[in-house]
């Protein structure tokens, strides 16, 4: 009888660890999912299947307005430009580097919006054109060409400076990057990648 029951707890015994091993690994797989969720965003997007596309918008006399009559000492005149799904751009036009802003509420009156508020461009040669990054159709990101020679920056400097600026637009994750593109064939592709990368919602 004790030989009995002492084979009885023994199998119990080795029935419990089993099944705690069993539990131990479960644990560990569904630990290990959860890490992956949350230490790793891409795949949250990239089960999301996010769309992501480009959309152009050109600064032009077409596209741009001004929005008051010339400055009497200057002669500039700051324009409100047409962009990309209700986004509007505002240009100024004075100075070496005049600044460029980006966004929904940006409009004519000027006191009804911060400048702060929304992301900025020193404009130069190559700034005429916007791409508009998009997710699933809807813009997230502005990609802009800075381009200019370096004399304008420090005198004594030669060559040119042309760079691919990355911003977010008001709403979105912040993306602030500059790519090289004076001698990089592939700098609209590293543009955009950095945009995409930087991707979400406030």
């Keep these: 009888m004790l030989r009995t029951n002492l084979k009885f707890l023994l199998k ?13 690994v479960i644990g560990c797989r569904a630990q290990s999912k959860i890490g ?22 050109k600064l032009n006399s077409k596209t741009c307005q001004p ?13 409100i430009c047409k962009g990309y799904k209700g986004y ?19 409009s004519a009156n000027l006191d009804s919006w911060n400048p702060s508020d929304f992301p900025s461009f020193m404009q130069t040669g190559g700034g005429r054109v916007i791409e508009w990054r998009l997710a699933d159709g809807e813009p997230f990101a502005v990609i802009v060409r800075s381009a200019y020679a370096k004399q304008l920056v ?14 977010n637009l008001k709403g979105f994750a912040p993306i602030d990057m500059v790519i090289d ?8 592709q590293e543009a955009r990648r950095a945009a995409d990368a930087g991707y979400g919602k406030l």
């Design 67 to 79: 929005i008051s009559k010339a400055d009497s000492e200057t002669d500039e005149i700051p324009l």
């Design 36 to 57: 992956t969720s949350a230490n790793n965003p891409a795949s949250v997007k990239t089960a999301s299947k996010i769309k992501f596309s480009s959309a152009y918008t």
């Design 181 to 188: 593109a004076a001698k990089n064939k592939r700098a609209n």
């Design 88 to 106: 509007k751009v505002f240009r100024a036009e004075h100075g070496v580097f005049p600044p460029m802003y980006i966004g929904r509420e940006v």
């Design 154 to 167: 420090d005198p004594d400097e030669k060559g040119t400076v042309n760079n691919l600026v990355v911003r």
């Design 12 to 24: 119990l015994r080795g029935i419990y660890v089993a099944a705690a091993v069993v539990l131990l």
